[in-house]
């Protein structure tokens, strides 16, 4: 049996990834899959805490259900948002982005 | 355990039913209406709708705590408190947006107005939730509600910029904020916050000490983002100046607000006061045990200081008034954090104190930042520039509004005869009294700076010329909002015991350690 550590350890690794591809990558679906990354991570550990926790219960199990429907309604947003920005500018390069930068 | 649905008490919703209720209708509305239509008429109908919304949740103030499915919603005297500040703001947002909203900009108008009320809806939530998964669903029923609103200019690039850089940076703070939460899951086997309040010690006690420092750190983080404190406040100028003027006084006021009622509960419930729950009183010094609190209030002191200085030495170089007002607000959030940092974790007396001024102060910031906001929303609108030479001459095109103006701007920069005086000044004695006094100089000092950068707005007011000299006419929705908030400002700064005693006498903080009925 995998111990709870290699399963937090696999989340903290996609939530390293994650964060990684937030800070370095340019193209806007790219920073998006990133996010979903990290949030996958935070999927990852309720559900190993809900199996093999201290206290193991089901509720991380439906904490989880919660965050994928949500994660999904945002992810949604945000490519909504990038279609607009292409459309008024034909580039989803967040680096191409900055028209408010000071 | 079985919960019977039909003998929920759902009287404790009525406020968030009837937003539910209004934000159905004007969606059906909307679809059934004809293309080209007038809308305006929906604005009217949320205000009437927030107006009854706020009779019900004034008539929860003195009621003992009562809880909903199982504790994870709550009726408390502190989410009703919040409640109250929330439906006010929007309340007025909505009559600012009347004039605001026009089809050239916002082709789909009747958006706009149901996805305000489901904003409100999140916040409200958020206020009023005792669960980390309700909790969860508000603020992100906020979040999604105001990314949408940030670029609900469509074609407009700036608007679409403000909702990128808002969806990226929520999202990514949503994520680290349910990162640390899974962890303080993991290590209380509870979600429910009071239950991982009382949890939470024995975890620390148990050798688990790292998670739940990382859980509180990550909590930092993502909570600080909501109310743009420093580790995460660099989305504020951006979004601010290209989400609509209204948007982005709701942003800085009713999400502020949310933001707050969550670092509150979560922040205070579950690290520094589970032990006032659980009544576990040390033997030698006869206090309650605080495995954390003095911890943590100097992790907030320390935000709360940057907060202040970064916030204000960065307001005082903008041009764009959107811009520094996102940095003004910014730097009112380190005030409204600093009676959180400096509280002492003793006794619920003490701690009553630190809270009340603190929501004194949130409500004078409602009064004075709408009053700002709607004024600044004209001035650009009429002027077509967001830059500061927009309220050139304003006096001598309107003196009435020139007038309000200056007492906001007051206010905002803690001078007397304004609500925002007398909060500063209470959250001044209040650090003082606590003996935080690099707190209490740091906000001497950088109010002195604020003074800078808002007096530079009064003095294009009075003393410079603008463009033109013609009469600006003031539409009536806007009218309606510079009154109400200037009554406000200045009858709560002149008359500051009537709002401190409306607070004494129906906020307790114990509400939020006390599990519900």
Redesign the interface.
Known sequence: MVPLGGYLAV?AIL?SI?VYG?LTKKN?II??LS?EL??N??NV??V??SRF?????I??Q??SV??IT??A??AA??LA??V??F???ATIN?SE????K? | MTVDLLTLNWGLLAPELTIVILSVIITLADLFMKNGGDRKAFAWLSVLGIALATYFTYQDLGQPVQSLLNDTYRVDSFGTMFKLIMLIGTGLVFMMSIYYVDKKEIKYDGEYYYLLLTALLGSMIMASSGD??TL??GL?LL??SS??LA?IR??N??S??????Y??TG??S???L??G???L???????NIIGIAQ?VQG?FNAG?DFYIYLGFFMFVVGLGYKISIVPAYMWA??VY??APTPITAFLSVVSKAAGFAIVMRLLFTIFAAGNIATGEINAETGMPINFFSDEMTFYLAVLAGLTMIIGNTMAARQINVK?MFALSSVAQAGYILVPLAVVKINSPVVMNISFSNMIFYLMAYLMMNLGAFAVISLVTKANDTDELKAFAGLYHRNPWIGVAMTFFLLSLAGLPVTAGFIGKFNIFVNALLFESYYLAAIMVVTSVVSYFYYFNIVRQMYMRTGNTEAKLAVPFGLQLVVLLTFLGTVLFGMFPNVLIDFISTNFSVMDLFTPGM
């Open positions: 989340g939530f994650g937030l806007g920073v998006l996010i990290m949030l991570a935070v550990n309720l190993a805490f926790g201290i206290a193991a219960n509720t991380g439906i904490f919660f965050t949500v994660a309604a945002e947003i945000g948002i990038l607009a920005i459309r008024n500018k967040a982005i900055d028209i408010m000071r | 980390l998964i969860y669903i992100e979040s999604i990314y949408i670029g469509k074609t690039l700036k679409n910029e403000a909702a990128f850089k969806v990226v999202s990514v949503s994520a680290i349910l990162y939460a899974s962890f899951y993991g290590v209380t086997g509870t979600t949890a975890a688990f100028p951006d100046e290209g811009r």
